[in-house]
């Protein structure tokens, strides 16, 4: 069979920067995918790349337990860029040598470029790049040169031209790296000499027919959330399907203040679905009663969902397939180096859905970033208050609110949400950050309000930039914006008298408080 794309293929060896390498990759509208370091060389044929790019990891070659492919790869016949621990693998399997460096190398290091290479070109002769390694390159593999260095680093790029094998021991995809984007595009464009082919309205179209075959006239059913994720891939879906895709939108009682009824109304008027509102609060919050560990509260929403989609899908007859907004983040297997990675949070709502019902699924968006998913949203025409929402988590407010769920509570939190909504909104910066919101700390401490003494709860603000959600940074916001909503907060707001602000990034803090 033709292949219809240029592809990239990206080995993760675990480095904390593959996801970026990708979207820098897709940026450049070249299609990649990211498959772990252990995985089989036939598994990586079949993908039948046009160029492999190997990442950066934590390990040092040498180490016992260090991730390591087979020497085979090599033999593709097809380019390669090394990156970092890429690189000293790479010269470590083709008989170079790899050592630690006296001193390790972190941050920013001004590059020398000493030889013409067809990576480096459009490149300036120095510039600065980012360095984050403990180990170098003492011995080069027969038939490289070496194309750059640093001061701490001779090898600081090498390369095979004559076998387009090229390795950088910084990191191109890092913001840091002056010409990183320059380098990546040579090596896509001027050496693998892919085309730039991965248009987005091409995918939305594609995927519409494979949906159509791919559900062949049956049923397919939906849980809406009134987020990004699931909205485009229903929307997707119903392109293909039409009137046999049936949705259900739950109402836990833990969404935010008009929230079940605004999202219905365009869902309704706007988008079209055909869907149905499930009214489940009370069962929620019974369930949560005297719940106050948070991974507890997740787990009782999470199947309590569950619970209920199943009973409302089985009233739907003849359903075959089930529509889930899942993205690539989450399908990419964790490449685990040097231990398991431990659970920090049970998220809810990623591919957890019934596995009861025995259906098949249908994720239109697994190959997709959020960033790409947002693009593809607003050309099938869904609106940017449904786009540009910002990420709200599944188990909804009962995580923002530190201890006990009840109705009192989630009224204060409501009623606190919507004035920093309001406000950040007002502020225009809504879209500028990534989340912003209120946590509610049931903790209380003493004021004076009008002369006489309070005793009251506290609210967090919390407001962050990011990515990808992966990593954050408490977002720097103008006092004045602060001042007013902690002024609005306490006066509109009763049973708070504090509010103060969340001035911790990610990590080592998680966005959500719970
Ligand atoms: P944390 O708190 O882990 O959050 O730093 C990272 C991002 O994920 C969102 N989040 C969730 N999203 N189901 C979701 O769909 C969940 O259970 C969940 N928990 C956290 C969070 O809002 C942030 O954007």
Not at 58 to 76: G, Q, T
Not at 92 to 120: C, D, M, Q, T
Not at 362 to 369: D, M, N, T, V
Request: aromatic fraction near 8%; charged fraction near 30%.
């Amino acid at each position: 069979m033709k292949k219809s794309r240029s592809k990239i293929l990206i080995i993760d060896f675990g480095s904390q920067y593959t996801r970026l390498i990708a979207r820098k990759i897709r940026e450049s509208r070249v299609y990649c995918e990211i498959y772990p370091f252990n995985s089989p060389l036939d598994k990586i044929k079949d993908f039948e790349p046009d160029a492999v790019i190997l990442s950066g990891g934590p390990a040092s070659v040498y180490d016992k337990d260090a991730p390591i492919i087979s020497k085979e790869i090599f033999e593709l016949g097809i380019p390669f860029l090394g990156i970092c621990y890429g690189m000293q693998i790479t010269a470590y399997l083709l008989g170079g040598g790899v050592k630690p460096a006296k001193n390790r190398e972190y941050g920013h290091s001004n590059l020398e470029i000493i030889k013409k290479s067809k990576l480096f070109n459009g490149c300036e002769k120095s510039s600065l790049v980012w360095m984050s390694h403990g180990d170098i390159i003492v011995k080069i593999p027969h038939g490289f040169i070496v194309t750059s260095q640093t001061e701490n680093c001779d090898t600081a790029s090498f390369e095979n031209p004559e076998k387009k094998i090229y390795g950088l021991q910084f990191h191109p995809e890092v913001i840091h790296t002056a010409c990183g984007t320059k380098i990546l595009n040579n090596f896509l464009f001027n050496i693998a000499k892919v085309k730039g082919d991965w248009e987005l309205d091409d995918f939305i179209s594609g995927k519409v027919r494979e949906i159509k075959e791919l559900a062949d006239g049956k049923r397919a059913i939906c849980a809406l959330s009134g987020g990004v994720d699931s909205t485009v891939a229903a929307v997707l879906t119903n392109l293909a399907v039409k009137e046999k895709l049936k949705c259900i939108f739950v109402n836990n009682g833990l969404l935010r203040e008009t929230e079940a009824k605004s999202v219905m109304k365009y869902y309704r008027e706007n988008l079209n679905l055909n869907i149905k509102l499930v009214n489940a609060s009370g069962l929620f919050l019974k369930e949560l009663k005297g719940v106050a560990a948070p991974e507890r509260k997740r787990k009782i929403i999470g199947k309590l969902f569950i619970k209920i989609f199943e009973k409302e899908a089985e009233k739907i007859k003849g359903v075959n397939f089930l529509v889930q907004g899942t993205l690539y983040p989450d399908v990419i297997e964790s490449v685990k180096v040097f231990g398991a990675s431990s659970i920090i949070k049970s998220h809810h709502n990623v591919g957890g859905l019934p596995k009861k019902l025995n259906l098949k699924l249908i994720e239109p968006l697994r190959e997709l970033f959020k960033d790409e998913v947002r693009i593809i949203g607003k050309n099938i025409g869904i609106p940017d208050e449904i786009i540009k929402r910002q990420p709200f988590p599944g188990p909804g407010l009962a995580i923002r609110i530190i201890g006990e769920v009840d109705k009192r509570r989630l009224d204060v939190l409501r009623k606190a949400d919507a004035i920093v909504t309001e406000e950040i909104r007002k502020a225009g910066l809504y879209d500028k950050v990534w989340q912003s919101f209120p946590v509610l700390i049931p903790v209380k401490t003493v004021g004076v309000m009008g002369d006489k003494r309070s005793y009251e709860s506290l609210i967090a603000l919390r407001v962050v930039t990011s990515a990808d959600g992966m990593t954050a940074d408490f977002a720097k916001i103008d006092y004045d914006i602060l001042r007013i909503c902690s002024s609005r907060i306490i006066s509109e707001v009763k049973g708070i008298n504090r509010v103060v602000y969340d001035i911790t990034s990610k990590p080592p803090s998680t966005i959500e408080w719970e």
